[in-house]
């Protein structure tokens, strides 16, 4: 339940995250972030796309301008992603679409990723990031999405 002073409001912003382990920077941009983009400029009343991008990871912000829709501009950006989804590289684990909400007032990702180390490694390391994070106060919850790439060899 939001607190008292964050009250509830339909914000036109969508964040798309994209993780693609191994991959770099320019290959990411690229690769994933430029067609997204280029998809979510296609959308009416678009007002800014703003794009993180780091080894294998992509976060991106796509805010529309106010008195549109949210529920049509959620289902629009959905649409918009599903239908590049398989002109977009087989390697990405993790493409998803989420709808800002007030009570996510700071949002923090990140990725625990390594050519070397084993799943169950990285996987030791996030509890402990988890157990860290979750010390911190007002903060409000810490999720945990594991995803394991297999090698194709």
Do not use: C, H
Request: no cysteine; proline share 5%.
């Amino acid at each position: 339940m939001p607190r008292s002073e964050d009250p509830p409001f339909g914000a036109p912003i969508f964040s798309i995250v994209a993780v693609y382990p191994g991959t770099s920077p320019k290959d990411m941009e690229q690769l994933v972030a430029d067609p997204i983009e280029e998809e979510m400029y296609q959308l009416e009343d678009i007002k800014k796309i703003k794009t993180s991008i780091s080894d294998g990871v992509i976060f991106m912000l796509v805010e529309f301008n106010y008195g549109v829709n949210v529920d049509t501009k959620n289902n629009d950006v959905i649409r918009e992603i599903n239908k590049i989804r398989n002109d977009l590289p087989d390697g990405i684990v993790k493409l998803d679409v989420q709808r800002a909400a007030s009570s996510d007032v700071a949002i923090i990702q990140t990725a625990i990723s390594s050519e070397t180390a084993s799943f169950e490694e990285l996987k030791l390391q996030a509890e402990d990031l988890e157990r860290q994070v979750e010390r911190i106060k007002d903060v409000k919850w810490v999720e945990i999405q594991e995803y394991l790439r297999k090698n194709s060899t």
